[in-house]
Structures are given as C-alpha cells and as structure tokens.
C-alpha cells in the first residue's frame, strides 16, 4: 500500500473535528478535495473509515483502529523530519578546517576566538594533523577545507590562500647578535635542522641551497615545525622555516630573521573536494583569516 502523509492528515483531522468541511478548513483544501483524500485512502486500505450521515461523520470500527497507527505514524515521520532539519541546519553553519599542528596550535586557535565575536552560530570544528592525512581527509570528504603546502592532486580544488616567506631561526644566546635579515650565503658551515627531504617546504629549502651554493653540516631530521623550532631552541643547530611560525618562534628562545639575497617566498593554499559544495559561511571565516593574518605578519615585517 502506497499511503500518502496527506492522506493520513485528512484522515485524523476528520477524526479530531467530525466534519469534513471543518477538517478541510484546518487542510486548507475545499471539502471535495478532502473527500477524495479519503475516498482514496478507503480505497487502498479496502475498508470504510467513516459512517456519514447528513448531521454527523464518527470512524467505523475499523477507523478506530486504523486512528491509533495513523496517529503513531505521522508522529513518528513528523519527529524524524524534525530531527533531521536541525542536523541539516546544523551542518550548514558548521566548517570543519584541518591544518598542521603548528598552524593549528599558533595562528588557528586564536583566529577562530576572534572569529567566533563576528559569528557565534558558525561552528568551526579545527583538526590538526600532517598535510597526506590533510589531503586524505578532505578526498574522502571529512574536511570541508584544508589550508598549507599542498602539491596539485586530482579532485582537489587548489587556492592560493596566503604568500608567507622563508625565514632563519638560530639559538637565542647573545643579545647583541640579532639581525633582522640574513643572506643564503651565510649559511654555509651551519648545522641545520631539516624537515624529511619529501617535506614540500624542506624541498623548496633545499634547492634555494643548493642554487646559492650553500653547503651545511646537516644536523637532526624532525617531522614537525614545532619540534624543529624546539631543536634550534636547545642550540642543536639552525633551522629555516616559513614566516607563519613567528607566532610559535614567540614562545621560545630563538632569534628569527628574514631571509634575502634572494627572498623566497612559499605559497600557502586552501585546499577543498572539488564534488563537495561549501557550506555558507566558509568564503566569509577563510577571508577573515586572511586578514587577520595580514594583520600579525605585516606588524611583524614577514609578508
């Protein structure tokens, strides 16, 4: 049987009122067309629903007993129909956003904070992890947006988001010796502290070097910027990182210069499933930080 919600609706509100021209009235149909709804209903069910007569409508026996299903039915489709409104409009003012840890802990948490003053019912669900997990994450459409160094990769929406560039962390230990800009020649004899050759910053990184000529000593390999500027911070060497881990280069005892002769800079990309729609709020959240990153990176000279 092919019930319609309409029907079971004209069903029980000639039940409640007793009348068809008062049901039809709270249907907002004229009495014909609630008639046929139920006429129709009859038909499939194979069994009368009402006795009428001129003065009165009362459910036969076998309406009394269809009343209790119809009514438990409609419940039960109104709730879920409830239910799933909100979690689609919940969803609709969520945004899932994965970066890497660093980003996440020094420039993200702090963003989103700020963001939230503008707009308290757009929630922003941040998840911290490594740029393939990143990648992996938003293929398979479990983030909405991704932001770092990403390569171009099939299905995936690539936007430049923010030019950053690179910089020179070296151990905080003499006052005097803080310069606010170092040369790529200079660096030759240094011990430095290099993320996984397959880094794409630790990449870029390297053939700067090896086109200014520079040879290192090369110090220890570390997966992570933050652990890398911990390392510098306990004097293991040197390390050269992008500009957007000033924030974290704060909390420890490093001296961090600009890099010049020549300046490189590192492209910063939003990344997203190009088969998934973004939902409302993204493009205004993802232009809020970019300013609010112009905002600490052009005070701090690091654009």
């Known amino acids: 049987m092919d019930f319609t919600s309409r029907q079971l609706r004209a069903f029980l509100l000639v039940a409640k009122h007793r009348s068809f021209s008062r049901a039809a009235e709270a249907l907002f149909i004229t009495p014909s067309g609630l008639s046929l709804l139920v006429r129709e209903l009859e038909t499939q069910l194979g069994f009368r629903l009402f006795d009428r007569t001129t003065r009165h409508v009362v459910p036969t026996a076998y309406g009394n007993e269809f009343l209790a299903v119809a009514q438990k039915s409609l419940a039960e ?21 994965g970066a890497a840890p660093l980003i ?12 939230r003053g503008h ?13 393939p997990v ?12 991704g932001l770092g160094v990403f390569a171009p990769a099939p299905g995936i929406r ?5 030019r950053f560039s690179l910089m020179l962390i070296r151990p905080d230990k003499d006052p005097a010796f803080r310069p606010a800009s170092t040369t ?20 870029i990184v390297d053939k700067q070097l090896a086109k200014a000529g520079v040879v290192h000593r090369p110090g220890a390999v570390i997966n992570l910027l933050d652990t890398q500027i911990a390392m510098v911070e306990a004097d ?34 939003q990344i997203s499933n190009r088969g998934k729609k973004l939902p409302p709020g993204a493009d205004e959240f993802t232009a809020f930080l970019k300013s609010y990153i ?3 990176a052009g005070r701090a000279g690091v654009l």
């Open 184 to 203: 790529w020649s200079a660096l030759k004899g240094e011990t430095l502290i290099s993320l996984p050759s397959a880094s794409p910053i630790q990449k």
């Open 119 to 131: 707009r308290p019912n757009l929630r922003i669900q941040l998840f911290d992890g490594s740029q």
């Open 236 to 269: 293991e060497g040197i390390a050269i990182i992008p500009s957007f881990g000033l924030p974290a280069c704060r909390n420890r005892k490093v001296v961090m210069s600009r890099l010049i002769n020549p300046v490189v800079n590192l492209e910063f990309y």
């Open 158 to 162: 690539r936007t430049p988001f923010f």
């Open 77 to 97: 489709l109104d709730a879920a129909a409830s239910f799933i409104g909100r979690s689609a409009t919940q969803a609709s003012q969520s945004l899932t956003l």
């Open 294 to 296: 112009a905002r600490w």
């Open 104 to 115: 996440s802990a020094n420039v993200l948490t702090q963003a989103i904070k700020e963001f």
């Open 134 to 145: 990143i990648l992996h994450m938003i293929e398979e459409g479990k983030l909405d947006v």
